[in-house]
């Protein structure tokens, strides 16, 4: 074949689309329950948003980002995540000043240039909730429930979020140097990804999956016990809250997360059926994100879910979607005098409301009725010479083998009484 889709990218077939309206639904059903409002920023940003925002020593910013320069000479990227995006908006919008907390949500398409494998695609969708304005815990709280309401709504269990702090630029930075201090004198036996890490970004060391690395994390330091006095009492609360609501967590020490603008709150939900490609979806507090993109400080919370991976889960588990919404009504034809009857009642039909299927081309009423029933109708109308001459059509309801000649007039309300 000459064109193929890009390595990574998928097509979502029509076969596919029952189970994104189902995920989909669930989603808009779930914001809307929680208070949360829909914000679509654009798919294109600044290149700088995102190397300010995730932080360039990221794999996400320095790895997979899809930048290019426009033919007016401006950086831009596909976005590779949400939230930059998001705070860009709200800064720009002036949205600081409307009631806060902020709460709000996105669906759409995300685009990172990893390595493709199962779950692992380079475009991919995210549902990305987002609450901005208010340092309480109990917001941490709202985007752990609205995660965990979502993949419960969807038939899965056995749901436990992983989870950690990683402070505050006070308490952060004490606990990088403990990190240093530890591994410096393990250097030799540190895998060589990881002693870039320890150089570029300390805190990665903790979730490598480098084989030499791993048995030295049992003795490293433990971001719990570095946390000021204000995080450690955020991180209690937000524990006692999510004990309260009965949702389960381990705190996990070696949990620090891919990007950078992560303060107090990181968790993640793994998932069953995911093989290694692990979390469902994972989120966090970025309290200094908006003033470090030039707005004024302000503390926010969110997560995101790869709508893929939910997908590819409920496939594995078996979860059926309801089947779409499709035509039940079928108009075959017989001559092009009915051919031209056919047109004009089903545009009439249509636009009362009804799905209908017109035949194409001139052929045989056995070929048009093969085609009613591969299609799904339930009711077909024939229109022949006959039909045409007295103003008739011939209702016939498939599964039921019943059938009746009535004035055209009559169609609608013969539809609607028969409609299964
Ligand atoms: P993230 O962990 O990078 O977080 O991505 C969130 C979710 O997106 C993952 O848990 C996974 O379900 C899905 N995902 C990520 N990469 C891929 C991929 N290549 N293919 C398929 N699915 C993928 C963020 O993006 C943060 N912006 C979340 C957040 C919002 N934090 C605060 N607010």
């Known amino acids: 074949m000459k064109y193929q889709r890009v390595r990574g990218m998928q097509d979502l077939?029509?076969?596919?689309?029952?189970?994104?309206?189902?995920?989909?639904?669930?989603?808009?059903?779930?914001?809307?329950?929680?208070?949360?409002?829909?914000?679509?920023?654009?798919?294109?940003?600044?290149?700088?948003?995102?190397?300010?925002?995730?932080?360039?020593?990221?794999?996400?910013?320095?790895?997979?980002?899809?930048?290019?320069?426009?033919?007016?000479?401006?950086?831009?990227?596909?976005?590779?995540?949400?939230?930059?995006?998001?705070?860009?908006?709200?800064?720009?919008?002036?949205?600081?000043?409307?009631?806060?907390?902020?709460?709000?949500?996105?669906?759409?398409?995300?685009?990172?240039?990893?390595?493709?494998?199962?779950?692992?695609?380079?475009?991919?969708?995210?549902?990305?909730?987002?609450?901005?304005?208010?340092?309480?815990?109990?917001?941490?709280?709202?985007?752990?429930?609205?995660?965990?309401?979502l993949y419960s709504r969807l038939g899965f269990t056995n749901?436990?979020?992983?989870?950690?702090?990683?402070?505050?630029?006070?308490?952060?930075?004490?606990?990088?140097?403990?990190?240093?201090?530890?591994?410096?004198?393990?250097?030799?036996?540190?895998?060589?990804?990881?002693?870039?890490?320890?150089?570029?970004?300390?805190?990665?060391?903790?979730?490598?999956?480098?084989?030499?690395?791993?048995?030295?994390?049992?003795?490293?330091?433990?971001?719990?016990?570095?946390?000021?006095?204000?995080?450690?009492?955020?991180?209690?609360e937000l524990r006692a809250y999510l004990d309260d609501a009965g949702i389960r967590y381990e705190i996990n020490h070696r949990l620090v997360r891919g990007l950078d603008y992560y303060t107090k709150t990181v968790f993640e939900l793994w998932g069953e059926g995911l093989g290694a490609q692990g979390a469902l979806c994972g989120g966090g507090r970025y309290d200094g994100l908006i003033e470090a993109l030039g707005g004024a400080p302000t503390p926010g919370v969110g997560f995101a879910t790869g709508i893929e991976r939910i997908i590819m889960s409920m496939r594995e588990l078996g979860v059926q979607p309801a089947p779409l919404p499709r035509p039940d009504v079928f108009i075959a034809h017989l001559g092009p005098a009915a051919k031209r009857v056919a047109v004009q009642l089903a545009a009439q039909l249509r636009a009362e409301g009804t799905g209908v299927r017109v035949a194409f081309g001139a052929r045989s009423l056995k070929a048009q009725m093969k085609d009613a029933d591969r299609a799904g109708c339930a009711l077909a109308l024939l229109i022949g010479d006959d039909e045409v001459r007295d103003g008739t059509v011939t209702a016939r309801d498939l599964a039921h083998s019943e059938q009746a000649t009535l004035a055209r007039a009559d169609a609608a309300g013969w539809i609607r009484a028969h409609l299964p």
């Open 13 to 149: 077939l029509p076969e596919d689309q029952p189970y994104w309206a189902h995920v989909e639904k669930a989603c808009h059903d779930l914001a809307g329950r929680y208070g949360f409002e829909r914000l679509e920023a654009p798919v294109l940003e600044s290149t700088d948003l995102f190397v300010r925002g995730v932080g360039d020593a990221t794999d996400i910013v320095s790895k997979e980002m899809y930048s290019f320069v426009d033919k007016g000479e401006d950086a831009l990227t596909l976005r590779p995540e949400f939230t930059a995006g998001v705070m860009r908006a709200y800064i720009e919008n002036g949205m600081g000043s409307r009631p806060q907390p902020q709460k709000l949500y996105s669906f759409g398409p995300i685009f990172r240039r990893e390595r493709p494998a199962k779950g692992r695609y380079r475009q991919f969708y995210q549902f990305n909730a987002e609450v901005i304005g208010t340092p309480d815990a109990l917001a941490d709280l709202e985007i752990m429930q609205i995660a965990h309401g």
């Open 159 to 236: 749901l436990v979020f992983q989870l950690n702090s990683t402070g505050d630029p006070e308490c952060k930075p004490r606990f990088i140097q403990a990190l240093r201090d530890y591994f410096t004198p393990l250097m030799d036996r540190l895998a060589p990804l990881d002693r870039e890490r320890l150089a570029k970004n300390p805190l990665r060391v903790l979730d490598t999956k480098e084989r030499e690395t791993l048995p030295l994390l049992a003795d490293a330091p433990r971001f719990v016990d570095y946390l000021n006095a204000a995080c450690a009492e955020h991180f209690a």
